[in-house]
């Protein structure tokens, strides 16, 4: 469910630029490294000259940034493959036919649900689709879909309508409306992603969509002394800085709030057990009816949407805002430290354990209610 990461683009040697998708943990395993890392680059400029050097340090960098962001992502990965296998397990036969029409040849909902990120990780030359020719092409065709994650809206917004603060023309909520109508399609446009791609992206963006972070963003004003103070009122929220869904949140130097939701807090409802014991554990908690949409289904995103931020909300609600931090010229905000109440942890790991729950089971009623056309293209 991964949203946001932090970008270094350091100059390199001789002009040369090395651009990595960089996370904390790279950072400190490259520093413990470093002794290491400057013995070889020592020997190999000796032995290859400065230009070779140069070419060896961008290699080494992007080796380790491929590593080491799978691994920060591992269970941002984790949670929407088991949306996707609670949903594989929900599905009636009907869809199942439409579904594996479009999925290659033994995959399935879980197995395909990690693909958006895949493909954002893959602009960055990073992940198993960095060679990717369909991934390289959906990202030269769609540059913006790093956006279709997402959506910024005051903590107090009881509606998800046009021209709300926050709202984009190509924001989480149009997005997953934009996924029905391409599968419900028939014929899709040549510029248009195509049904089995937008089957992926479905997929993956009901489970963020449950996310409550990447619904819901805190806006604030700041006292004379800097201290942040939280707006939830949209109108009040207006032209105010925001946290980007959490992402400027941290708890720690180095940890901030969306990735404790996105990771931390899958992990901790996982316990070490893979994405299908997961799903298997859930699907045997069983269906509240409490969680079916109502009215049409092109409806349902709009409601499932409001009550994400309104769980967002309750996220917030018992944390304790520090100072924020901004840039040299104080336009733009870097930072606001956090402290994150006692207990939090486990009260919020028992909301994302119902919210997995209710992605899946939803996933499958939306795939269940769409009208798949016959003898569509693909």
């Not at 270094?8 to 904390?24: A, K, Q, T």
């Not at 021209?163 to 996924?179: L, P, S, Y």
């Not at 103070?229 to 009040?236: C, G, N, S, V």
Request: glycine fraction near 8%.
């Amino acid at each position: 469910m991964g949203r946001r990461g932090f970008s270094l683009h350091p100059g390199g040697i001789d002009g040369e630029c090395v651009c990595l998708r960089f996370y904390p943990i790279t950072f400190k395993i490259l520093l413990s490294l470093a002794p290491r890392i400057v013995r070889v680059m020592v020997l190999h400029r000796a032995r290859n000259g400065i230009h070779g050097m140069a070419v060896f340090l961008n290699l080494l960098l992007i080796a380790a940034g491929s590593f080491l962001t799978s691994q920060a992502w591992a269970f941002g990965d984790l949670g929407h493959r088991t949306v996707g296998a609670i949903a594989d397990a929900q599905l009636t036969s009907e869809t199942r036919a439409a579904v594996g029409s479009l999925l290659p040849s033994g995959e399935s909902l879980a197995t395909v649900a990690a693909w958006p990120d895949e493909v954002k990780r893959a602009k960055k030359n990073l992940g198993p689709l960095a060679h990717d020719a369909e991934a390289q092409r959906f990202n030269e065709d769609f540059p913006d879909n790093r956006e279709w994650h997402y959506v910024d809206l005051p903590l107090d917004t009881t509606a998800s309508m046009e021209g709300a603060v926050g709202r984009r023309r190509n924001d989480i909520v149009q997005t997953i409306k934009r996924c029905i109508r391409v599968i419900e399609s028939k014929t899709v446009p040549h510029h248009e992603m195509t049904r089995a791609q937008a089957l992926r992206w479905l997929v993956h963006l009901l489970g963020d969509l449950h996310q409550p972070l990447h619904l819901g963003s805190g806006y604030y004003w700041f006292d004379a002394h800097g201290q942040a103070h939280l707006i939830t009122d949209p109108q009040e929220a207006a032209g105010k800085d925001e946290d980007r869904g959490g992402t400027l949140l941290f708890y720690t130097a180095e940890d901030h709030l969306h990735a404790f939701w996105d990771d931390r807090l899958v992990s901790a409802v996982a316990k070490g057990r893979a994405y299908r014991e997961v799903a298997q554990d859930l699907l045997a908690q069983g269906h509240q009816q409490v969680w079916d949409g109502h009215g049409s289904y092109h409806h349902w995103v709009d409601q499932w949407a409001v009550e994400s931020i309104r769980l967002g909300k309750s996220a917030y609600e018992r944390l304790i805002f520090g100072a924020g931090q901004f840039d040299v010229d104080h336009n733009s905000l870097q930072k606001i430290t956090i402290t994150l109440p006692p207990g939090y942890e486990q009260d919020e790991a028992q909301l994302v354990e119902q919210q997995l729950a209710k992605a899946g089971y939803r996933l499958a009623a939306i795939l269940n209610a769409m009208q798949f056309p016959v003898a569509a293209s693909h």
